[in-house]
């Protein structure tokens, strides 16, 4: 990790974090946010999970006025590869402290860092999604999240989905068996995150103040021959008015191992009973479920930013993924936040593997390293960036070629925050 800095221009000093001050610096992050206080189980999981040695604090003196750390992610890539990331996080500034640099300062340290680590990505999930493209994240993945009306919208299935079979579990009983099907996922979905020891708390964490008189955390299985091959963890909101029942699932995450399964827990979500409306949110944007609803107009589909990409080290982040079809292109970088991008790289590549190393041959396309961040994980068309003037061809036919090897065949999804 680069060297604690204080800048002769009087910004606030950076420093590594260190455990004894993690209140402080947390208080600050919370106060950034609006100062509402979080439940204590809240608290201590993040402190819990918080990276001490890759987060660091702005100091005023005493006061800390600046945030920022990184989780020690790996990140599924096109071609099922799990590759180092930075998962940026805890970003914040003391609005006492606005436009003196103190961001930037910590977006420059962090990368530094990040490069000295061997990461060759950094990823994150904005407050305010124009904040970082200055400092070249680019918006990576979409999710969806939606609002069924159960009462008139009707759920197609696949053959097979009849031989699932559903059991209720207390979620915190099955947590293990739940990490393992997630973890058998993790590989087939660009932006899904192999977790780490302690991550799976989230999967289960409840506190009631967030439950807005909603249940407790619930949890189905689906089963199949003894084994399990998925599983659907939601809330129950209970409402009613003059005409009767008119509650709410909230879906928390569900995961499967095959359409069947799918499809068993969906339709389970649909037929709770006293329900009239399925509410689930960051959902990946290919999902099946928007493929078997009879009316998708009745499910008030949103789509929204996800992830944010940034490459740190482009010849290691575009080798270590694969391209669904033959690429070679010579790409010309512009980097002025990390000036060692900058330059002219030639990719080479298929579904077996990738090169990518400097080169003096002439550029095929012209672009920043916002836009190949936004491409990297298949979701965004470099296509689309380049009839948005994002991306600019100088090879004609370069632009196709290119955009059909970076996509994915699935669309990649972030499977929750952080």
Known sequence: MAKDSASETGRPELRVLRQDKWDVWYDTLVRAFGGVPEAAEERELWNALTEIDRSIGAWDGDACVGTAGAFSFRLTVP?????????????????????????????????????????????????????????????????????????????????????????????ADVLDVCEALYARKVTERPGMIARLPGWERLGVHDPESEREGASPLQCVLAERDGEVVGYARFHVKPEWDGNGPKGAVRLRDVQALDPAAQAALWRFLFGIDLTSTVKAYARPVDEAWQYQVSDIRRCAVRVRDALHVRLVDVGAALAARTYQAPVDVVFDVEDAFCPWNTGRWRLSGDAKGASCERTADAADLSLSIRELGAAYLGGVSLAALGAAGRVRELRQGALGEASVGFASAVAPWLPHGF
Do not use: K, N
């Open 79 to 171: 071609g099922g590869a799990a590759v180092p990331a930075a998962g940026v996080t805890m970003v914040s500034v003391a609005a006492t402290h606005r436009r003196r640099g103190v961001l930037t300062s910590m977006m420059r340290r962090q990368l530094d860092d990040v490069r000295e680590w061997g990461w060759p990505l950094a990823v994150l999930t904005a407050s305010e999604p124009e904040i970082y493209g200055r400092f070249g994240y680019g918006v990576g993945t979409f999710q969806v999240s939606t609002e069924i009306d159960t009462t008139r919208v009707r759920l197609s299935v696949p053959p097979g989905t009849d031989d699932v079979r559903l059991r209720y579990a207390v979620p």
